[in-house]
């Protein structure tokens, strides 16, 4: 049998898999992908994409591209039995420097990323191969493919990222258990073209009745989502002129118009792996954690996976850290992931609820809650999803106690900058792919050691400077300092944050987690805090 060797092998070719793949091809990792599909399925799939996982995006170069097939800044209503809103999530805050709710589709996006994998001869996506047994010990990972001609081959790997999905053939075969609940209400998925409707958000409709979803999606697409009761058919209610009834009752005639592309019922699991690593092998997206649709989170929570596993594999493959750092992705991840189901299970709960006097009693709470100022911008700012927060892992608290508002171990804000030649760019592309030590109104570098010097430019760390708008001598003649980038806050939104911070230096990490604020002063005793963690 023919045995190959690369340095990552990610087994799932689907946008979490394609996503780590083209982060593995930006810090020139050689890669290879497993995906037992030829093709990409031609339906949408996941339909909603927030601000933090177009950062994501960001990283690898390809936000902008797929936001070309999005639908920006999409509503979020919630309705009554009576067909009224009593509550809507508008944000309009781009904190991390895109929209909040981008509607797109998932076949689309997908196009996208593997056009992206066309950048990067040392990514190799194999479509057709199937993984059937994985192995490991303590200095690689080895795996058994048939290729899409039935031949088989051995494929070893220092490093295996399985993005197999919620039914993981790897996670099963490491024996890594997955606990959690299945949800006893299953619900029918029916995608629409050719739709006409004039309700450009969506809508989830808490209808004691039958609770239904509604979404708006690009290129006149709409997709519908019914709840079936105890008892009811599934098969029988995946029947085409059944569901269009369904629609009917919604829309009227116009339902006839539709072209239905595909009707499924669905399970709703709300799962966790008990461990996200073991090894070599790291889970991603849903082979680690699995949550209801309702909060939207699905795919982003699995992105946010891509970008805390990217920079560490790159990492450790290029043995500037150890195989031991792997294991803070758990430590990092599985808080915020676990938090994030239970969100979209109290969101799911609401939707569901058939009883009308406890439907009655829900829609009671929220028309007084509307009433509130501080209790409505909460929502419509969609500020009731929780914040992802490292207190443990690749990041410094210089205090042993941790508060909630603390700025460390949070992602950092992303506003535009202007560079010396006044060009306005999101600041995340003034930072590059690795760690960056930014300061306010101050050269960094002057204060950092020559030992820190030394292991953080292994790193690639890069050193920037912060400085007021149109504080030089002119537009053309712009503060420069020494060693460093140097770039302008036009929008005053990083004063604005440093002042939150309350200090003048902060080390942002590859995945643009804050890992220290700090002063000049104490610099180098935050980057020699951080190095420990990373050797």
Known sequence: MTIENTEVVIVGGGPNGIALANYMGLYGINTVVIEASEEILPYPRAVGMDDEAMRVLQGVGLAEPALKDMIRNVPLRYYNARGVCFA??????????????????????????????????CVDLRLGHTMTSITQDADKVSLEITDNSGSNYTLEAAFVVASDGARSEIRKQLEIDYTGLTHEAKWVVVDAANDKLDAPYTALHADPERPFVCIHMPYQYRRWEFMLHPGEDEEKMCEESLIRGLIRKHIGDAADDLDIVRIRAYTHNS????????????????????????????????????????????????????????ETYDTERRGHATDLIALADNMGAVLGMTNPILAGIRDWIFQASDSVDNLREHLVEFKFKPVAHVTKGIVYHETDEIYADSLVGKLFVQPDVEDAQGNRQKFDDVQGPWFSVIGYRTNPLEFVSEENKAFWGKLETRYIQVNRSKSGLSYHERLQADGVVSVEDVDHELSDWFTSARDKIVIVRPDRFVAAITSPGRLNEALDALRKTLS
């Open 88 to 121: 809507e999530v508008k944000p309009t805050t781009a904190k991390y420097g895109w929209p909040m709710r981008n509607i797109f589709m998932q076949q689309l996006t997908e196009v996208t990323l593997r056009e992206g994998l066309a950048r990067y001869e």
């Open 271 to 326: 799962r966790v792996a008990s461990s996200f690593t073991k090894g070599r092998v790291m889970l991603c997206g849903d082979a680690a954690h699995i949550t209801p649709p309702w909060a939207g989170q699905g795919l982003n929570s699995g992105l946010r996976d891509v970008v805390n596993i990217g920079w560490k594999v790159a990492a450790a493959a290029k043995g500037r850290i150890p195989l031991s750092v792997l």
